[in-house]
């Protein structure tokens, strides 16, 4: 079965469009009187934002296959060492608290960015007549750049569970996005989980504000395939025996966790400006703009 990203971008923004409707016509979310005359303050039901986000982190290259060379050509094998990737994220998102401490949503978005290692040494063996033993191939002390551009449409499903206590609030946040590249082929699955524990001022004073620390897990496979000679690999490029060959990489982040630091402005109950700083060895910056209704 196949994804076709921008019909599905189209869909989403439509039922961002009939959920207000729907909301409206059945009262979501469930139990919201009954949560209120707790004192709890609830938000809006539906929201739809749009978001931008900036990442950057070290990679693992975990396999870099090779098909298509000559036959004389075996055990062929590319040592790399280090790897990075940075990426940039504009997201539509769509969500809707089904319960006063569960929300639902899907994501769609454009991804685009890059991922960097260096090729250390290429080694095999090159067999060119049967009764004959095979020559060795190897090339040493490399420091070639293997860089893949990644572009490409994103979408997923998420769910938030949260609960408070006074001014006192906690929240985990878990989602499953899946990204289609465009520039090369491959894709990229991306489960997310992040805990965040805050503070929210604005229950206790004239400021709007809620602010919160949190860790960030990632768990991020991506396979890459694309041709070897669109590659800029330097020195490497020039072996002939990969004139014509396909590569297949398959890639992982280097580190799982990292920090986060965020706080909320609500300019109204129906506008609000959230943003967030990720710091370790995942880098980020995110910020997005909340309507909700």
Same mark, same amino acid.
């Given at each position: 079965?196949?994804?076709?990203?921008?019909? #599905?971008?189209? *869909?989403?923004?439509?039922?961002?469009? !009939? !959920?207000? =409707?729907?909301?409206?016509?059945? $009262?979501?979310?469930?139990?919201?009187?009954e949560a209120e005359e707790r004192g709890y303050t609830l938000p809006e039901a539906f929201g739809l934002s749009l978001g931008y986000m900036n990442v950057s982190q070290g990679i693992n290259v975990d396999s870099i296959a090779l098909s298509g060379l000559p036959p004389q050509v075996q055990n062929l094998e590319i040592g790399t060492q280090g790897g990075y990737q940075e990426s940039e994220i504009l997201t539509l998102k769509a969500d809707v608290w089904v319960l006063p401490f569960l929300n639902f949503y899907a994501i769609g978005g454009k991804l685009n960015g890059y991922s960097e290692t260096t090729?250390? =040494?290429?080694?095999?063996?090159? /067999? !060119?007549?049967?009764?004959? &033993?095979?020559? &060795?191939?190897?090339?040493?002390?490399?420091? $070639? &750049? %293997?860089? !893949?551009?990644?572009?490409?449409?994103?979408?997923?499903?998420?769910?938030?569970? @949260?609960?408070?206590?006074?001014?006192?609030?906690?929240?985990?946040?878990? #989602?499953?996005? /899946?990204?289609?590249? *465009?520039?090369?082929?491959?894709?990229?699955?991306?489960?997310?989980?992040?805990?965040?524990?805050?503070?929210? %001022?604005?229950?206790?004073?004239?400021?709007?504000?809620? @602010?919160?620390?949190?860790?960030?897990?990632?768990?991020?496979?991506?396979?890459?395939?694309?041709?070897?000679?669109?590659? &800029?690999?330097?020195?490497?490029?020039?072996?002939? %025996?990969?004139?014509? @060959?396909?590569?297949?990489? *398959?890639?992982?982040? @280097?580190?799982?966790?990292?920090?986060?630091?965020?706080?909320?402005?609500?300019?109204?109950?129906?506008?609000?400006?959230? #943003?967030?700083?990720?710091?370790?060895?995942?880098? #980020?910056?995110?910020? *997005?703009?909340?309507?909700?209704?």
């Amino acid at each position: 079965m196949t994804f076709n990203a921008k019909f #599905s971008l189209k *869909t989403l923004s439509l039922a961002a469009l !009939l !959920l207000p =409707s729907l909301v409206s016509a059945i $009262e979501l979310p469930l139990f919201k009187k009954e949560a209120e005359e707790r004192g709890y303050t609830l938000p809006e039901a539906f929201g739809l934002s749009l978001g931008y986000m900036n990442v950057s982190q070290g990679i693992n290259v975990d396999s870099i296959a090779l098909s298509g060379l000559p036959p004389q050509v075996q055990n062929l094998e590319i040592g790399t060492q280090g790897g990075y990737q940075e990426s940039e994220i504009l997201t539509l998102k769509a969500d809707v608290w089904v319960l006063p401490f569960l929300n639902f949503y899907a994501i769609g978005g454009k991804l685009n960015g890059y991922s960097e290692t260096t090729i250390t =040494s290429v080694k095999g063996d090159l /067999k !060119l007549l049967p009764s004959f &033993p095979a020559i &060795p191939i190897e090339v040493d002390n490399l420091s $070639e &750049p %293997f860089r !893949l551009d990644l572009d490409g449409y994103t979408y997923g499903v998420g769910t938030v569970i @949260a609960g408070g206590y006074e001014s006192f609030f906690a929240l985990v946040d878990a #989602s499953y996005t /899946k990204t289609s590249l *465009t520039v090369i082929d491959g894709e990229i699955d991306s489960i997310v989980v992040s805990p965040r524990i805050g503070w929210d %001022f604005s229950r206790n004073s004239d400021w709007p504000i809620r @602010a919160w620390v949190g860790a960030q897990y990632q768990n991020i496979e991506q396979t890459l395939t694309g041709n070897v000679k669109d590659l &800029p690999l330097g020195s490497v490029g020039n072996l002939p %025996f990969l004139d014509d @060959a396909k590569f297949t990489v *398959t890639q992982s982040l @280097a580190n799982n966790w990292n920090s986060l630091v965020g706080a909320q402005y609500e300019f109204t109950p129906n506008w609000v400006l959230i #943003s967030e700083l990720g710091f370790g060895q995942r880098k #980020s910056f995110f910020v *997005t703009l909340d309507a909700r209704f």
